[in-house]
């Protein structure tokens, strides 16, 4: 059976978010707000014929997948390879916190988005290389028409970037708990993108958009 859709999540909101502070690897998990979100999302997704379910393993994005699995009857399953980014020695830091204590590095970051290895974690090249061969695994496989990942901002980005003909990344943002769709007619046609950043669902639910897509619109880079 041809993959014919993906349904992209950004998990619900942390208390980290509220405060501003890089989360990268850190379990932080979702606060009350974010998992509120998560219901309204299950409910959301529920017609769209999901026929199987991915997540990133830390903490907030598989709180996030789990409720969704509960309301589709799904068991999610988790891949290390759809994490976020790992910004190593600036997680827990605010922007403003890193551009003062990490100056030297920061500027860094600016000049080689690409390639630049924040200390002690990741380049923006290496979370593409990891989340690139987790797709490449996917698409090799009968996993049904609609195949619904629950990541993050620069994780989503990267395989957008790849898969639809045109996307920049600098031009959309990925609020909390937003549904991102892409559609192809069969396999040998283009996939095109159908939904962007979606939170209609939340009915006036704030979804915050948070540092992590306000710093790499700035940075490049995170």
């Not at 059976?1 to 978010?17: A, C, Q, S, Y």
């Not at 997704?45 to 994005?61: C, K, M």
């Not at 049904?144 to 045109?166: F, K, M, R, Y």
């Not at 990344?169 to 040998?188: C, F, G, H, Q, W």
Request: hydrophobic share 40%; with cysteine; glycine share 8%.
């Amino acid at each position: 059976m041809t993959l014919k859709m993906l349904v992209f999540i950004r998990p619900g909101e942390t208390d980290w978010n509220r405060s501003e502070r890089w989360q990268g690897w850190v379990a932080v998990p979702l606060n009350e707000r974010g998992r509120e979100q998560a219901h309204r999302l299950a409910s959301f997704v529920r017609t769209l014929g999901i026929s199987a379910l991915y997540t990133s393993d830390l903490r907030r994005a598989e709180q996030t997948a789990q409720i969704i699995g509960e309301a589709l009857g799904l068991q999610p399953k988790s891949d290390e390879r759809l994490r976020e980014r790992n910004i190593g020695a600036w997680q827990g830091l605010t922007h403003a916190e890193v551009v003062s204590w990490y100056e030297d590095q920061y500027l860094r970051l600016r000049e080689d988005p690409e390639g630049y290895v924040i200390p002690g974690g990741e380049s923006r090249a290496q979370v593409a290389e990891r989340v690139r061969a987790f797709f490449a695994e996917l698409m090799a496989q009968d996993v049904g028409e609609v195949v619904c990942v629950v990541s993050h901002t620069l994780a989503i980005h990267t395989i957008l970037s790849d898969l639809v003909a045109g996307y920049d990344m600098y031009k959309y943002s990925l609020p909390n708990i937003s549904v991102t769709t892409i559609r192809r007619a069969d396999e040998n046609s283009p996939w095109q993108l159908t939904m962007i950043g979606d939170v209609t669902h939340l009915e006036g639910i704030p979804s915050l958009v948070s540092i992590d897509d306000a710093v790499r619109e700035r940075s490049h880079g995170v």
